[in-house]
């Protein structure tokens, strides 16, 4: 089975950074990275990266968003920076292997002033 484990959530000020983690029990996969969902809205992407090393980015973050992976420790962590109130919402680690989708727990991310 595979685990994904996110961190990095928590409360930051407009204009603010955060970096977020997701570490992976496995090494095998084809995409991994991060999703979000706001209350009363729908799962969006946010940022992947392929096991080739491809980015793909919403267009709401690119720019202050980076994707970036830790191929030894099967991490994938996305920088946030110059964070706005609707980049408030409860993140979730996306891996896929295959057909198959996996999930992390959610880490949530605050926006306030």
């Known amino acids: 089975q595979v685990q994904l484990v996110g961190s990095g959530g928590g409360l930051v000020q407009p204009g603010g950074s955060l970096r977020l983690s997701c570490a992976a029990s496995?090494?095998?996969?084809?995409?991994m990275g991060w999703y979000r969902q706001a209350p009363g809205k729908q799962r969006e992407l946010v940022a992947t990266?392929?096991?080739?090393?491809?980015?793909n980015y919403a267009d709401s973050v690119k720019g202050r968003f980076t994707i970036s992976r830790d191929n030894v420790n099967n991490t994938v962590y996305l920088q946030m920076n110059n964070l706005k109130f609707e980049d408030a919402a409860a993140y979730y680690c996306y891996l896929r292997i295959g057909r198959n989708d996996y999930w992390g727990q959610g880490t949530r991310v605050t926006v306030a002033s």
């Open positions: 990266v392929t096991v080739g090393g491809s980015t």
């Open positions: 496995t090494s095998i996969f084809s995409i």
